[in-house]
């Protein structure tokens, strides 16, 4: 038995845990080397780590696993107010985004997004698609082929106050893993003691307040405040507009149109 659990510490793609050992101020655990292999890290060692997406936010950053939002995972978004104290959140990711001539997708927002503000942060207004399903099976539907394509760089999703199972979020993570594909799904209050695939749960609590719920690899946070010099102003930006944009392209589905 013994030499069976040595050749599981051996293998790379084996975690170790993060206790009394492992949970430095970085928040990147340094592995217990009295069971590791000394020629071999484990999986959520440092030589393992993927880094994400830069935030935009130095703060939060030093806080995610990933040191950014994770590549190839969703985010959970929980927010009581439709991700509109959320969304100012990952404007810079936004940015960095923008000019790749992919997709960066909006399904189900429950407001058009306010078009001259995404243009004067120097994002291509030519690169967002709404998606506005007509079920829950329809936004489920276009959430996976959205992020199945190549051609999304970003997913936002709101699935707001509806009751999604275990399984039906698993699927969504597993397409997210399977092009690297940014995936962000609001959801509200009722969501936050329910289980989660998703590789990063975080919440909104007043604007510019975050808070890590769970991530994968990585540690719970206080509530993270965000500065107010960096990307964001003093009071919630104007996301929407009350009538549609002719400027934002709207579709059925995720295909890009000819």
Known sequence: MNYLLEDIFRRADTWQGMGQYGMGPSGIGQQNRVFLHPNVAAANAEAHIVHGVKTGFDVLDAQLYNRGWPPGGCVEVISDQCGLDA????????????????????????????????????IDL?????????????VLWSIEQALRSTTCSAVFA?????????????????????????????????????????????????????????????????????????????????????????????????????
């Open 87 to 122: 969304m100012g959140v990952f404007m810079p990711t936004m940015k960095v985004l923008s000019g790749q001539e992919r997709w960066q997708v909006f399904i189900d927002p429950p407001y058009t997004p306010y078009a001259p503000l995404l243009a004067n942060e120097g």
């Open 126 to 138: 030519q690169e967002i698609m709404l998606v506005h399903p007509r079920n829950r099976e329809e």
């Open 158 to 258: 709101w699935l707001g106050a509806t009751h999604y199972r275990y399984a039906e979020l698993r699927k969504i993570q597993l397409a997210a893993a399977s092009h690297d594909t940014l995936a962000v799904l609001f959801r509200s209050s009722e969501a936050l003691e329910q289980t989660s695939p998703a590789s990063l749960k975080i919440q909104i609590d007043g604007y510019r307040q975050i808070k890590i719920l769970k991530q994968r690899g990585g540690s719970q946070s206080p509530t993270i405040p965000l500065p107010m010099d960096e990307s964001l102003s003093d009071t919630s930006p104007t996301w929407v507009s009350l009538e549609p944009l002719q400027t934002l392209p709207q579709h059925a589905d995720c295909r890009p149109s000819a």
